[in-house]
C-alpha cells in the first residue's frame, strides 16, 4: 500500500505536471524551431508571441462569452482560439513584411535578424500589456475537473490522492494530435518536402521551382498557430500574465536547442526534458521517500535540490550542459 501511495504522489506531483508543462514547451518550442529551420536565426519574439497569441484568444473569448455562446463543459477559450491564431498570424506576417522580408532580401548575417527579433519582442511586449493589462488573468471556465481528488480517494480507498484537471487532458491529448499532424504534413504533404527540401538546400531547392516566399509564409503561419496554441494551453492550465510569457522565452529555447535546433521531433522531446528536469530538480522528495524508506532512514529535510524560485535557472543549466557536450542537440540538428 505504502508503494501505491508513493506512486501516486509521484504521478500528482512530478509525472502528471511535467507531462502537461512539457507539452506546452514542445509546442512553443515546434514553432521556434521551425523557423530556425527556415530562416536561419533565433526568433526572440517568440515568447511574446505567444502572450499575443494568448491575449487575442481571450478578446475574443470575452467577446464570445458576452454573446451567450459557451461549450461548457469544455472553456470557452477553445471556441476563440482561432481567433487568436487568425489575429496572430496576421501580425506575424505583417512583422515578417516589414521587419524581417527587406533584410532577408538583403541576406544579412543571421545575427542581424536576431537582433531585429529583439526589437519585434519588446514592441509586441508592450503592445500586449497596452492592449490587455499586466494583472493575472483565471480564464479557463466550465468543467475545472477530469476526476477530483475526492473521487480518486473514494475510487481507490489510498490515504494519498490525485486530481485531472480539464486543461491538463486537453493539454495532452491537443499535443498528441497536433505533433502527429505535423509530423504527418513535413513528411507527407508535397508542401512539407518543400519546406524540408529548403531546409535542408536553399540553393536547390530554388533550382528545383520551389518558391522561397510561399515557404517562409507557411512557416511564419505554423510558427504563430503552435505559439499561440502553447501559450492559450498554458494560460488555460496556469493563468495568463504577459511577464511570465518572456519568461517562457527560455525554457522553450532550451527545449529547441536541447532537441535539435531545426528538429521538430527534437523539439518535442527537447521540451519533455527540459521539463521533467525543472520539475524533478525542484520537487521536494520528502513525502515519496516517508512511503518507500524505513522510519529510521526518514529524511530531515525536504530533500530538494534547489527552491522552486530557481526553475528558470535549471532550464538555463540544461542549455549550457547541452551546448557545450552535444551542440546540435539529441536529435543532432543544426549547431545552435
Do not use: C
Not at 208 to 229: D, F, H, K, Q, Y
Not at 290 to 301: A, D, F, R
Amino acid at each position: 500500500m505504502d508503494v501505491l501511495n508513493a506512486l501516486v504522489v509521484f504521478a500528482n506531483f512530478v509525472l502528471l505536471p511535467a507531462m502537461t508543462y512539457g507539452s506546452q514547451l514542445a509546442l512553443g518550442a515546434l514553432g521556434a524551431t521551425l523557423v530556425y529551420g527556415i530562416l536561419r536565426f533565433s526568433n526572440f519574439g517568440h515568447g511574446d508571441t505567444m502572450s499575443f497569441g494568448t491575449m487575442a484568444t481571450i478578446l475574443a473569448m470575452w467577446g464570445i462569452q458576452a454573446a451567450g455562446i459557451s461549450i461548457a463543459p469544455l472553456p470557452t477559450a477553445l471556441l476563440a482560439l482561432p481567433a487568436g491564431m487568425i489575429a496572430t498570424i496576421a501580425v506575424v506576417l505583417l512583422t515578417d513584411r516589414l521587419v524581417y522580408r527587406p533584410y532577408r532580401t538583403r541576406k544579412v548575417p543571421s545575427i542581424t535578424l536576431v537582433m531585429a527579433s529583439l526589437g519585434v519582442m519588446f514592441v509586441m511586449g508592450g503592445l500586449v500589456r497596452i492592449l490587455i493589462g499586466v494583472e493575472d488573468r483565471q480564464f479557463a471556465d466550465g468543467e475545472r475537473f477530469i476526476f477530483t481528488a475526492a473521487q480518486f480517494r473514494q475510487w481507490t480507498g489510498l490515504t494519498e490522492t490525485m486530481a485531472l484537471r480539464t486543461a491538463q487532458a486537453i493539454t495532452l491529448v491537443t499535443t498528441i494530435v497536433v505533433v502527429s499532424w505535423l509530423h504527418w504534413f513535413l513528411k507527407r504533404t508535397r508542401t512539407g518536402k518543400s519546406m524540408r527540401a529548403f531546409s535542408d538546400n536553399e540553393n536547390l531547392a530554388l533550382l528545383s521551382g520551389i518558391n522561397p516566399e510561399r515557404v517562409v509564409t507557411i512557416v511564419w503561419v505554423l510558427s504563430a498557430a503552435l505559439a499561440t496554441l502553447a501559450g492559450v494551453l498554458y494560460g488555460l492550465d496556469k493563468s495568463f500574465r504577459p511577464i511570465t510569457y518572456f519568461q517562457l522565452l527560455l525554457p522553450v529555447f532550451a527545449a529547441a536547442v536541447v532537441g535539435g535546433l531545426g528538429n521538430p521531433i527534437g523539439a518535442v522531446a527537447g521540451g519533455f526534458v527540459v521539463a521533467f528536469s525543472e520539475i524533478l530538480v525542484t520537487y521536494s522528495f520528502k513525502k515519496l521517500a516517508s512511503y518507500l524508506l524505513p522510519t529510521e532512514w526518514q529524511p530531515e529535510g525536504l530533500l530538494q535540490l534547489l527552491s522552486t524560485d530557481y526553475k528558470v535557472a535549471v532550464s538555463f543549466i540544461v542549455l549550457i550542459l547541452v551546448l557545450l557536450f552535444r551542440p546540435t542537440g539529441i536529435f543532432r540538428g543544426k549547431a545552435a
